[in-house]
T-cell receptor
Framework: AQKVTQAQTEISVVEKEDVTLDCVYETRDTTYYLFWYKQPPSGELVFLIRRNSFDEQNEISGRYSWNFQKSTSSFNFTITASQVVDSAVYFCALSEADTGRRALTFGSGTRLQVQP | DTEVTQTPKHLVMGMTNKKSLKCEQHMGHRAMYWYKQKAKKPPELMFVYSYEKLSINESVPSRFSPECPNSSLLNLHLHALQPEDSALYLC??????????????FGQGTRLTVV
């Protein structure tokens, strides 16, 4: 069975604050992939990042950074100096390569509101 | 071109109607997906086509019928839907359906209302 948990349903911050979105996953596979997607009000999901289970290096892309820790089965996403345009629903997702389903299973999402 | 195009953007249909949702991509992707998303919920996988063959059907009711006429097109035929089928229907594509590492590119969705 696979499961992705995003415990934060909604987060509200003021512009320029840093914010971290949590993601915890469960899988029995040793090879798996984790993703983050952003869904703005327009509806389409925008791919942000992919991480495989063998690569625990943290990644930074501009104001975005990701912290992958296999020991705690977490793949957290931090936005530094948040902006109003960051307001969206963010989904963490899992795809398994060994025995599991090779399609995205999404967490329940975290709605981020960035106030001006 | 990194777009997945879905038509129509909005659709209202009666329970006795037959309609189709269309999805198109020109990225050379060989896997295409239908997801259903209810309000304030995550997308739920419905179907996966890999190399134009249906590879995953998530026990979706037969009133939803997918079709993949070629590698660029994906349709979802709708018949005798129920009001609870009202949702955002998202199409996605990825390089390969057998590659779990392939990121999926999503369209903007069709917002379906069944009356």
């Amino acid at each position: 069975a696979q499961k992705v948990t995003q415990a934060q349903t909604e987060i509200s911050v003021v512009e320029k604050e840093d914010v971290t979105l949590d993601c915890v996953y469960e899988t029995r596979d040793t090879t798996y992939y984790l993703f983050w997607y952003k869904q703005p009000p327009s509806g389409e999901l925008v791919f942000l990042i992919r991480r495989n289970s063998f690569d625990e290096q943290n990644e930074i892309s501009g104001r975005y950074s990701w912290n992958f820790q296999k020991s705690t089965s977490s793949f957290n996403f931090t936005i530094t100096a948040s902006q109003v345009v960051d307001s969206a629903v963010y989904f963490c997702a899992l795809s398994e390569a060994d025995t599991g389903r090779r399609a995205l299973t999404f967490g329940s999402g975290t709605r981020l509101q960035v106030q001006p | 071109d990194t777009e997945v195009t879905q038509t129509p953007k909005h659709l209202v249909m009666g329970m006795t109607n037959k309609k189709s949702l269309k999805c198109e991509q020109h990225m050379g992707h060989r896997a295409m997906y239908w997801y259903k998303q209810k309000a304030k919920k995550p997308p739920e996988l419905m179907f996966v086509y890999s190399y134009e063959k249906l590879s995953i059907n998530e026990s979706v009711p037969s009133r939803f019928s997918p079709e993949c006429p070629n590698s660029s097109l994906l349709n979802l035929h709708l018949h005798a839907l129920q009001p609870e089928d009202s949702a955002l229907y998202l199409c996605a594509s990825s390089r390969s359906g057998s590659a779990p590492y392939s990121e999926a590119f999503f369209g903007q969705g069709t917002r379906l209302t069944v009356v």
